[in-house]
């Protein structure tokens, strides 16, 4: 049979896609094959998503369909002279965005009908008329793949100011000269701002790590409520220009008055030049100067690495949390077993649902098998011989934006293209993981990271009580007062105070930062803390009582993470410019949990009145992720609970706003008093097969909500073990809560560090240094290369290995 009757006589399998149709034209599906791979890609006629070479057999193995559009696109030759433009926006793939000199591909276009890849080229109007219709629709959609991730890193467009039109300003007889600015209040004359109402000249806000302003221009917005603020240094003839900063809506805004704003003090912009930068031209300048940071390890000859295990993540747009956690995971021996060396891809394909781009299992196999194969992770010389590359750089790296998709879904917040906080996608990730695997627990790979903490409750009748939960991180705070350069920081401390009163600051080769080790962290975690409005069921009332923690089981891998943000007064998160000093091997042997001690004697069954047996108990994991970020226990509780724990966003929104309630400090017990669950919703989710003691608990969690009560049921597998802090006894304390756990002897070396660099988790870099091979490995972003000075002492999660495991080399 000739190809054109061939190609006929498959027609039934061949679709015209539709509008609300996913194309996928960019990138493989099971691979991270591209257009320009050596064989192209290939484009499912039928169900348009796109395969590699190697791969395209499997799915005419499983689906039948025979017909493919071949995309190949070959590399241009570009003139080695050809200039290089200076960005202008924060902003990629854009118009005046960050030039990435990326070279320019011709692409070819041909029909391939399987299984014997029989080619026609394209475009020929011998075609079928289907298949041209099917093929010019294909090619002039937008990819599934831009869709879904919109491939640009984008600074928001600013907007007109609410305060601009009907701005406010008082004829004080105030006229701001030419030059010669100085703050109000302090000797600062930089980073200056000019407040639009009154016409003062304050400094700006101080930055993290102390450099900056004195907040003086915020402080006077507090004081005052005079909205808009302009940056003296930025103002030119070009107006448009200037960095306005409005301070109730926190944002660089538009003021479409500008002008005649700043003529009513007496400033003729026409003449004025710019000393300063605005601050997206600095947050511009962070980003393109790529020495900004210590944890990228700027101003060391990094060499760059390539080979399996070496290969680096595209940044999708500030998504180097995931990045970094994902390179972390996959240096671990479970999660390489289980999606690489365990996980063939075709397994994973066949096993697969009919969209595998949405399947979870196929995603990390794909993730697994990109990072460790090697395949993607070879010099730029090696690739582009036609290109007559002659110097090593930096590989491509392989862009997650499949894995990203699937692990969002469940997460609107990773869905953005927002910064998150790492802690948080780790959490996320290992819930959804160990939800895959719900089925089949022996080959979870997450239970490698699970172990059990124990809390010890005495009271004063001198009765114990002990309750054990499951968790993924040990969360530890960080006490200051354990620094070990105290005397270096006081002479700071003088230093900074006599730089400030002549209106300079300190170099930042000379900001010393206190120096907190890490066994003292540790210790914050295993040390007495009291716990108020304990109901004793010794006593029968309430009192205060003792509690300490410990660990009963040591895991394989033991993930530290680190609470470098705290909240200052009024609610605002601050992050303490602090560095942990780690060791290379930490023994936490002595903080495993005893259990019940010969001679302790048990809390009496019995509690409380039945108001407070009923007390909706809150999530652990949403109360534990707020208290992590300083806020009170409690007070946590209270937000889970009066949020149904529907999610840690809502419980922080509803604290926020409930802080100055003044039953806030009111034990949760007493303010439920009285409260009573609805037998027929017990019954009813008991039809659903739940345990009546599940229900009734889920019941209160959630507000007698059924289909809530349902969701917190699936998110709390663990909810008939009780988790009340208000519990009377342990029942049996040798719990099964955590058997089937594995559990070492305490000893840990560490292997990874995630850090990060910025004012808030929502904001900043992360960056991933990983220990294999024998040596220290970068991971920033794409670039992967030989850590010359690794940053241990700035790492917000550690990760741990037990100390008897073999390293991971692959």
């Known amino acids: ?204 806000r101080r930055n993290w790590d102390g450099t900056g302003g004195n907040n003086h221009a915020v402080e006077h917005y507090k004081e005052t409520g005079y909205p808009l603020a302009v940056k003296l240094g930025t103002v030119t003839a070009d107006l448009e220009a200037a960095d306005v900063f409005s301070y109730p809506e926190d944002d660089s805004v538009v003021d479409p008055l500008l002008a005649q704003h700043l003529a009513f003090f007496g400033i003729d912009f026409s003449s004025l030049q710019k000393t300063e930068m605005t601050t997206a031209e600095r947050e511009l300048d962070q980003n393109t100067n790529f020495d900004w940071n210590r944890i990228q390890e700027s101003g060391q000859e990094v060499e760059p690495l390539f080979g399996p295990g070496y290969t680096g993540l595209v940044n999708l747009g500030n998504s180097c949390y995931l990045a970094a956690t994902m390179q972390v995971m996959f240096s671990t021996r479970s999660f390489c077993t289980r999606y690489h060396m365990n996980q063939p891809l075709k397994a994973a394909f066949e096993a697969a649902p009919a969209d595998p781009t949405v399947d979870l299992n196929m995603q990390l196999t794909k993730l697994g098998h990109g990072l460790l194969s090697g395949k993607y992770s070879v010099p730029a010389q090696e690739k582009d011989d036609a290109a007559n590359a002659t110097t090593i750089t930096d590989t491509e790296g392989i862009p997650p934006r499949m894995f990203k998709a699937v692990i969002a ?154 609470r470098k943000f705290v909240m200052e007064a009024g609610w605002v998160p601050k992050k303490l410019d602090v560095y942990i000093d780690v060791p290379d091997i930490i023994d936490i042997s002595h903080m495993r949990s005893k259990g019940l001690q010969p001679g302790e004697e048990l809390l009496p069954e019995g509690g409380p009145e039945e108001g407070e047996a009923n007390m909706p108990v809150a999530n652990e994991d949403i109360v534990s992720q707020l208290v992590s970020m300083g806020f009170n226990h409690l007070h946590c509780q209270k937000a889970a609970v009066n949020t149904s724990n529907t999610g840690v966003e809502e419980a922080m929104n509803w604290l926020l706003s409930h802080m100055d309630d003044p039953d806030i400090d009111v034990p949760l017990s007493q303010q439920t008093q009285g409260a009573t669950v609805d037998q027929s919703k017990v019954d009813t989710l008991i039809s659903f097969g739940f345990p009546e003691e599940v229900a009734r608990k889920a019941l209160k969690a959630s507000g007698g909500d059924i289909e809530k009560a349902t969701d917190w049921i699936f998110n709390n597998p663990d909810a008939s073990v009780s988790s009340d802090m208000d519990a009377t006894t342990s029942g049996t304390v040798q719990s099964p809560v955590d058997a089937g756990l594995s559990d070492g002897g305490g000893k840990y070396r560490l292997f990874g560090i995630v850090s990060h660099i910025g004012t808030s988790t929502q904001c900043g870099h992360y960056v991933a240094h990983i220990f294999k091979d024998g040596r220290w490995v970068i991971f920033n972003d794409n670039k992967v290369g030989a850590s010359v000075n690794p940053p241990k002492e700035m790492g917000v999660l550690i990760f741990l290995r037990e100390a008897q495991q073999l390293s991971v080399a692959r």
């Open 409 to 562: 879904s469940s997460h609107p917040e990773f869905s953005t293209m927002r910064q998150q906080d790492a802690l948080e996608f780790f959490l996320h990730f290992v819930d959804q993981v160990e939800r895959a695997h719900a089925g089949k627990p022996e080959v979870d790979p997450t239970k490698s990271f699970k172990f059990g903490i124990e809390e010890r409750i005495s009271c004063p009748s001198g009765k114990v009580t002990y309750n054990r939960r499951l968790d993924y991180i040990l969360s530890l705070g960080i006490p200051l007062d354990a620094a070990t350069n105290k005397e270096e920081l006081a002479a700071f401390c003088k230093l900074k105070a006599e730089r400030s009163s002549e209106g300079k600051d300190v170099s930042s080769d000379e900001i010393v930062r206190p120096r907190v080790p890490l066994e003292s962290c540790l210790a914050t975690f295993s040390a007495a803390e009291e716990i108020p409005d304990f109901y004793s069921s010794a006593l029968k009332a309430k009192t205060t009582a003792t509690k300490t923690a410990g660990l009963t089981s040591f895991p394989d891998y033991l993930v530290l993470h680190m």
């Open 1 to 204: 049979m000739n190809p054109m009757d061939l190609l006929r006589s498959n027609l039934s399998r061949v679709r015209i896609p539709e509008p609300t149709n996913r194309i996928f034209k960019q990138e493989c599906c099971v691979s991270f094959d591209t257009p320009r791979s050596e064989g192209g890609l290939f484009v499912d006629l039928n169900t348009f998503l796109a395969y590699g070479k190697d791969y395209v057999s499997w799915n005419f193995e499983k689906t039948g369909n025979p017909v493919y559009l071949h995309i190949k696109q070959t590399r241009k030759l570009v003139p080695e002279d050809r200039p290089t433009k200076k960005p202008t926006l924060l902003a990629i793939g854009v118009e005046g965005g960050f030039d990435s000199n990326e070279a320019e591909y011709d692409e070819t276009h041909n029909i391939v009908i399987l299984p014997d890849y029989v080619t026609l080229p394209y475009p020929s109007v011998e075609l079928p008329e289907k298949v041209r219709l099917a093929v010019d629709a294909i090619l002039m959609a937008e990819g599934a793949e831009r869709k879904e991730q919109v491939a640009a890193w984008t600074a928001d467009k600013k907007q007109v100011s609410a305060y601009a039109m009907n701005l406010q300003q008082i004829d004080n007889g105030v006229i701001i000269p030419p030059s010669g600015w100085q703050c109000s209040k302090c000797e600062k004359r930089d980073n200056l701002w000019l407040n639009l109402t009154d016409g003062m000249i304050l400094c700006g």
